[in-house]
């Protein structure tokens, strides 16, 4: 059992603003696979095979492939602990913001209200010409779905070399600048602009709590890090921060 500041403890008493940035790995135990962990799909996948628009011009097919092999994984997934956990600190604190890198939409299923999605979510879609949105069920008896303009369908997350969705970002970097306690749970913190959050938060004032399997990027300016799973660690704060109310 890990075992939790009792500091910690105390600064969350005093805390109005929590933030969760999540990576992948708060997923993991929902069993979708990471990224660059010893599971990662990008293992034997190269991000620029895959996760860029150029790729899906040359390759539809595949990339859509992937999609839906990772769509079918996140349908059959549920919340885990550590999401439900999340969601249920909206009942101890002001304000609770989500801001997530994935795009499996588990913490919006975990009950969590305000959830900022900087790499978009694999829900949704939109046509690469006109950008109309396609958020039904595609068919793609016919190969990969066109829009009714001709345009190619893509899903609507955020690939390398693009731009984040300025509403999602910029609501990300307020939570962050306004957090008193800033979570970071089951991140490898390389990617960016949204790793830069975490130093956003940092330089406003706010405590980092890193909860992750392994050290990152982040250890380094985490006030507290607590190595394990996200699950365990996440409930183990609150349950302590909910038993230092009784005294
Ligand atoms: C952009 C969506 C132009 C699709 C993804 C500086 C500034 C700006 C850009 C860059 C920059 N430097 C480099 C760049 C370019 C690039 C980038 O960051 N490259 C990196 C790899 C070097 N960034 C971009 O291209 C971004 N756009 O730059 O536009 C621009 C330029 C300037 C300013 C503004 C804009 C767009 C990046 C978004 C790419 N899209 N995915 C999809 O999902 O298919 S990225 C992909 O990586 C996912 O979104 C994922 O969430 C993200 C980060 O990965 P993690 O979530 O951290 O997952 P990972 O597997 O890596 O780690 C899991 C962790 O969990 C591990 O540490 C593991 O130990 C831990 N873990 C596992 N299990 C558990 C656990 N922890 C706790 N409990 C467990 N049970
Ligand atoms: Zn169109």
Redesign the pocket.
Known sequence: MIQIDKSLIDTLRKSESIVFF?????S??SGIP????KD?I?NKLK?EE??NFNAFIRNPEMVWEW?NH?KKIIHEAQPNA?HLTIAETQNHFKNVTVV????DNLHRRAGSNTVFE???N?ERNFCINCKKYYNEELDFSKGVPKCECGGLIR?D????????PEDQFLGGEKAAISSDVFFV????????????LVYTAKQSGATIVE????E?PLSSIADYSYF????E?LHGVLEEYKLSLKY
């Open positions: 999540t990576g992948a790995g708060i993991s135990e990471t990224f660059r962990g990662g990008w991000p895959l996760a999609y990772r550590a997530t890198q994935n795009i900087l790499h978009g694999i899903p997350v955020v690939w390398f070399g693009e731009y984040l749970v089951g991140t490898s913190a390389v990617v960016y602009p949204a790793a830069g909860v992750n399997l392994e990152t394990g799973k996200a699950g660690i």
